[in-house]
């Protein structure tokens, strides 16, 4: 572990005529993992629990005493049989959802001083009852290819088995500097046959693991039903939870007593924070304003699939702070705890959603209301958190649509009342019949890649004038501009982009520099209209999607990074220039370097100020602002014919910052260039 059987064949196989026969290019289907072991004396009286915290997606869990299954194999698949005149092959627990974490008992199964079987036999076909319900926007890899663990408890103890929470619930309420409310609610299991006298003991425990305050609750536990317990506890003049600047965790520690001795316990983490969403104003922290830099992010790497590692995450999350992004969106599925548990400690701002994708079945009900549940509880108590995410483009049949919207916010707002709710529509209309059913609407949209263009120099819609609509129309709504981005492969090149991705070329052609200028006009476009309380930027990483008629390779390219995480694409530095701290000078269309063009335009992002250009050792005179304060040209720059090179730099509070490409001119690279064209589609790719 982790595992997926998926890693090549979803990322590699090319497209075939038969569009949508997945077999053909890769693997779905039943795949069975077996782990022996010999339970531990000391468990004996236990209770014991197994927990995966991933599985793609469709598990059965069986467990078998005494020897190994056998397998009978054909040429197509590999078979487990139990042979049931010898063992004991005993059903665990089913669990449907490729995202979230299951804890089953095992208990009552367990054979003590001798070898014992788990099988596991996991399935990432396409089942319209189970969401995602197919593999068009992103691959179902299969696999366990998160965590598993066994957790051994006493039989009173602390639930495990609630959808596999975090076990204890912690909210906040009257949140200012002076004071916090903080509610922990406890549920308790007793196993043990007997009534029982028991201590619920509670503390809250600083970054020098002071304790700030505790409270102890006694309580007389019943042998019936699991039950709850709640306490409340008032901490003065907290030290607060205020994102990137100074992302402070207390821990919330919790116990069961009985006669002064612990019979379970659980840590949490506790950001003392509030949010606040503003209609046509913005996000607030703690009262203040606090921009949403935001990008999205699949889970998913070249080689590996969903198998990640840790080092993985924090290699994902280190580029994410490079860029200067405050909040994620984790698009479109429950992500790794793990993730989770460090955008708490890094203070990033998150977005956490179910995979309710793409398309409607109507057999997805009451799955999408599972894996909710699964998200909020498994998640409830990371501060990071601020949105639950509950669909993603679904539409037809809109009144079903609606509807289950409608049931999955009321349920959302049952589980957790503290936090948002967001929907998200991929078309540029905030009133849909779908919409508003959520906190929050969202809306996706990519002017001049799938449709309309990029500035406004025809009939078709852009940006500026979308934004400036939606502006006058629907200022009293929560509105966040959820996605908008453009493929950009590092190979393909061009000296000058035109006002249309290249979507619907064959064979695909998607050239870094038609990305680079989407990105500049649509963040311009942005941060000059408060009716988006956020922004984010689709994706910050290449992804597969291995159902596409796009490209030959089974790939997204919308990402600021290439897939292996090797190359970072001039967006990316847009994005750093105009987020980060870091003092950015940085000359676009460096991979563009045999060019036909005598005269060019440069491009350069500074944040440091205007920056002098050099060409060839020349001063370039005509530098001047683009966009916005940022973005700076210089057009017209005749080049020399073979070699040139182009230098910019600043000196700012006596620092310098500069960058340097290279070009080769000459009149032999000069290329025809046909316009794109967009087409009035949004195929949510």
Same mark, same amino acid.
């Given at each position: 572990?982790?595992?997926?059987?998926?890693?090549?064949?979803?990322?590699?196989?090319?497209?075939?005529?038969?569009?949508?026969?997945?077999?053909?290019?890769?693997?779905?289907?039943?795949?069975?993992?077996?782990?022996?072991?010999?339970?531990?004396?000391?468990?004996?009286?236990?209770?014991?629990?197994?927990?995966?915290?991933?599985?793609?997606?469709?598990?059965?869990?069986?467990?078998?005493?005494?020897?190994?299954?056998?397998?009978?194999?054909?040429?197509?698949?590999?078979?487990?049989?139990?042979?049931?005149?010898?063992?004991?092959?005993?059903?665990?627990?089913?669990?449907?959802?490729?995202?979230?974490?299951?804890?089953?008992?095992?208990?009552?199964?367990?054979?003590?001083?001798?070898?014992?079987?788990?099988?596991?036999?996991?399935?990432?076909?396409?089942?319209?009852?189970?969401?995602?319900?197919?593999?068009?926007?992103?691959?179902?890899?299969?696999?366990?290819?998160?965590?598993?663990?066994?957790?051994?408890?006493?039989?009173?103890?602390?639930?495990?088995?609630?959808?596999?929470?975090?076990?204890?619930?912690?909210?906040?309420?009257?949140?200012?500097?002076?004071?916090?409310?903080?509610?922990?609610?406890?549920?308790?299991?007793?196993?043990?046959?007997?009534?029982?006298?028991?201590?619920?003991?509670?503390?809250?425990?600083?970054?020098?693991?002071?304790?700030?305050?505790?409270?102890?609750?006694?309580?007389?536990?019943?042998?019936?039903?699991?039950?709850?317990?709640?306490?409340?506890?008032?901490?003065?003049?907290?030290?607060?939870?205020?994102?990137?600047?100074?992302?402070?965790?207390?821990?919330?520690?919790?116990?069961?007593?009985?006669?002064?001795?612990?019979?379970?316990?659980?840590?949490?983490?506790?950001?003392?924070?509030?949010?606040?969403?503003?209609?046509?104003?913005?996000?607030?922290?703690?009262?203040?304003?606090?921009?949403?830099?935001?990008?999205?992010?699949?889970?998913?790497?070249?080689?590996?699939?969903?198998?990640?590692?840790?080092?993985?995450?924090?290699?994902?999350?280190?580029?994410?702070?490079?860029?200067?992004?405050?909040?994620?969106?984790?698009?479109?599925?429950?992500?790794?705890?793990?993730?989770?548990?460090?955008?708490?400690?890094?203070?990033?701002?998150?977005?956490?959603?179910?995979?309710?994708?793409?398309?409607?079945?109507?057999?997805?009900?009451?799955?999408?209301?599972?894996?909710?549940?699964?998200?909020?509880?498994?998640?409830?108590?990371?501060?990071?958190?601020?949105?639950?995410?509950?669909?993603?483009?679904?539409?037809?049949?809109?009144?079903?649509?609606?509807?289950?919207?409608?049931?999955?916010?009321?349920?959302?707002?049952?589980?957790?009342?503290?936090?948002?709710?967001?929907?998200?529509?991929?078309?540029?209309?905030?009133?849909?019949?779908?919409?508003?059913?959520?906190?929050?609407?969202?809306?996706?949209?990519?002017?001049?890649?799938?449709?309309?263009?990029?500035?406004?120099?025809?009939?078709?819609?852009?940006?500026?004038?979308?934004?400036?609509?939606? @502006?006058?129309?629907? &200022?009293?709504? +929560?509105?966040? !501009?959820?996605? /908008?981005? *453009?493929?950009?492969?590092? =190979?393909?090149? %061009?000296?000058?982009?035109?006002?249309?991705?290249?979507?619907?070329?064959?064979?695909?052609?998607?050239?870094?520099?038609?990305?680079?200028?989407?990105?500049?006009?649509?963040?311009?476009?942005?941060?000059?209209?408060?009716?988006?309380?956020?922004?984010?930027?689709?994706?910050?990483?290449?992804?597969?999607?291995?159902?596409?008629?796009?490209?030959?390779?089974?790939?997204?390219?919308?990402?600021?990074? @290439?897939?292996?995480? &090797?190359?970072? +694409?001039?967006? !990316?530095?847009? /994005?750093? *220039?105009?987020?980060?701290? =870091?003092?950015? %000078?940085?000359?676009?269309?460096?991979?563009?370097?045999?060019?036909?063009?005598?005269?060019?335009?440069?491009?350069?992002?500074?944040?440091?100020?205007?920056?002098?250009?050099?060409?060839?050792?020349?001063?370039?005179?005509?530098?001047?602002?683009?966009?916005?304060?940022?973005?700076?040209?210089?057009?017209?720059?005749?080049?020399?014919?073979?070699?040139?090179?182009?230098?910019?730099?600043?000196?700012?509070?006596?620092?310098?910052?500069?960058? +340097?490409?290279?070009?080769?001119?000459?009149?032999?690279?000069?290329?025809?260039?046909?316009?794109?064209?967009?087409?009035?589609?949004?195929?949510?790719?």
């Amino acid at each position: 572990m982790p595992h997926t059987w998926n890693a090549t064949d979803m990322q590699t196989n090319q497209v075939t005529a038969d569009f949508y026969s997945t077999k053909k290019r890769f693997y779905v289907g039943d795949s069975y993992y077996r782990k022996s072991f010999t339970p531990k004396t000391e468990w004996k009286g236990k209770r014991i629990f197994i927990k995966f915290e991933g599985v793609g997606e469709n598990v059965e869990v069986y467990y078998v005493n005494n020897s190994p299954l056998k397998s009978t194999q054909n040429k197509n698949k590999v078979s487990y049989q139990s042979d049931t005149n010898n063992r004991n092959y005993n059903f665990v627990g089913r669990h449907q959802g490729g995202y979230s974490a299951f804890v089953l008992e095992l208990t009552g199964m367990i054979k003590f001083d001798q070898e014992n079987e788990i099988l596991v036999k996991a399935n990432n076909e396409e089942n319209p009852a189970i969401i995602p319900v197919n593999h068009v926007l992103f691959p179902v890899y299969g696999g366990i290819y998160r965590p598993v663990s066994l957790i051994v408890t006493d039989p009173i103890n602390i639930a495990v088995n609630d959808f596999a929470s975090a076990r204890i619930f912690i909210s906040q309420k009257n949140v200012s500097k002076k004071s916090a409310d903080i509610h922990v609610k406890v549920k308790v299991d007793n196993k043990s046959g007997q009534q029982n006298n028991i201590e619920i003991f509670t503390s809250i425990i600083d970054h020098n693991n002071k304790t700030v305050k505790s409270i102890t609750t006694p309580y007389t536990l019943s042998p019936q039903g699991r039950q709850e317990i709640i306490q409340d506890i008032k901490v003065n003049n907290p030290h607060l939870w205020n994102g990137l600047e100074d992302p402070y965790l207390y821990k919330v520690v919790t116990q069961i007593k009985k006669n002064n001795q612990v019979l379970d316990e659980v840590a949490q983490p506790l950001g003392i924070r509030k949010f606040e969403l503003k209609a046509n104003d913005g996000f607030f922290l703690n009262d203040k304003k606090y921009p949403l830099y935001s990008v999205t992010r699949h889970q998913d790497r070249w080689g590996k699939g969903s198998a990640l590692s840790n080092e993985d995450h924090d290699e994902d999350l280190a580029i994410i702070k490079e860029i200067g992004a405050t909040s994620i969106r984790l698009a479109h599925y429950q992500q790794s705890d793990y993730f989770y548990s460090k955008c708490d400690s890094l203070g990033l701002i998150i977005w956490a959603e179910i995979p309710f994708v793409n398309q409607v079945t109507t057999l997805e009900e009451n799955n999408a209301m599972q894996q909710l549940k699964e998200l909020i509880r498994q998640n409830y108590n990371h501060p990071s958190i601020y949105t639950w995410g509950l669909h993603n483009e679904v539409y037809t049949p809109n009144n079903y649509t609606t509807e289950l919207t409608t049931k999955l916010n009321d349920l959302a707002k049952t589980e957790d009342p503290y936090r948002y709710t967001v929907q998200v529509n991929g078309y540029n209309t905030v009133d849909h019949p779908v919409n508003n059913n959520a906190d929050i609407q969202g809306i996706n949209h990519y002017f001049g890649w799938y449709n309309g263009e990029v500035e406004n120099l025809s009939d078709k819609e852009d940006v500026e004038t979308w934004a400036n609509d939606i @502006s006058k129309k629907f &200022k009293d709504y +929560k509105i966040i !501009f959820s996605e /908008y981005g *453009a493929e950009a492969k590092p =190979e393909d090149q %061009v000296e000058v982009a035109g006002n249309y991705g290249n979507q619907w070329s064959d064979p695909a052609f998607f050239p870094e520099e038609f990305a680079t200028k989407f990105h500049i006009v649509h963040w311009a476009t942005i941060e000059k209209h408060p009716i988006f309380l956020g922004s984010y930027v689709w994706n910050t990483f290449d992804f597969a999607t291995p159902i596409t008629r796009l490209n030959v390779n089974p790939r997204n390219f919308k990402g600021l990074v @290439s897939f292996d995480r &090797k190359i970072k +694409k001039d967006p !990316f530095y847009w /994005y750093k *220039a105009n987020w980060s701290k =870091e003092p950015v %000078v940085y000359l676009t269309q460096r991979r563009m370097v045999n060019r036909g063009n005598e005269f060019t335009t440069v491009t350069i992002f500074s944040n440091q100020g205007t920056p002098t250009l050099t060409v060839n050792g020349k001063k370039i005179e005509n530098v001047k602002n683009g966009y916005n304060k940022i973005h700076f040209v210089a057009e017209n720059v005749q080049l020399q014919k073979g070699e040139n090179i182009i230098i910019a730099e600043t000196n700012l509070n006596g620092k310098t910052i500069s960058d +340097k490409i290279i070009w080769n001119y000459d009149p032999k690279y000069k290329t025809s260039q046909k316009e794109a064209t967009t087409k009035d589609i949004h195929v949510g790719l």
